[in-house]
């Protein structure tokens, strides 16, 4: 890693503040799994389904809103795989809503699933909350031209 791409994550990681709600999406066709941390990587709370829908995304809104008032956060920094084309509904929706939509590169997740866990087995909420760790880390995808509807 160039010392150019050490400053952009520091960047990003001083972006985060004490008061940034951090979420972790595992996208899925149907459903979508939810992992929730603060700035310390505090597990704040899980969410085994999601499902994908208009439905699904208010319960969204309504755990996000609870979280920052609950823990007496202000910012939301939300962080996503953008597998297949499932992402980019739940990532417009929260756009919308004024959060902050980051993505995940697929080999990172695998890689920081390995060293957290020791273990490449895959399920979804630990997928969820491994997304909300490495978006707390500051691993984030730069926004191409495809993705620059959610990142800025």
Not at 44 to 72: P, Q, S, T
Not at 112 to 121: G, I, K, N, Q, V
């Amino acid at each position: 890693m160039s010392r150019n791409d050490y400053n952009r994550q520091a960047a990003r990681r001083q972006r985060i503040r004490k008061t940034t709600l951090i979420v972790g999406v595992d996208i899925g066709n149907a459903f979508n799994a939810l992992g929730f941390m603060n700035k310390e990587g505090n597990v704040l709370c899980k969410c085994a389904k999601l499902y994908n829908n208009r439905e699904g995304f208010e319960k969204f809104l309504d755990m996000i809103e609870g979280l920052k008032k609950k823990h007496r956060l202000k910012d939301v920094l939300i962080g996503m795989e953008p597998t297949g084309h499932y992402w980019r509904k739940l990532a417009y929706f929260a756009k919308e809503h004024g959060y902050e939509v980051r993505f995940v590169r697929t080999t990172a997740l695998k890689h920081h699933r390995e060293l957290d866990e020791s273990s490449s087995a895959k399920s979804d909420q630990r997928d969820a909350l491994t997304i909300a760790n490495i978006t707390r880390e500051g691993k984030l995808l730069t926004p191409s031209s495809k993705m620059a509807c959610c990142g800025n």
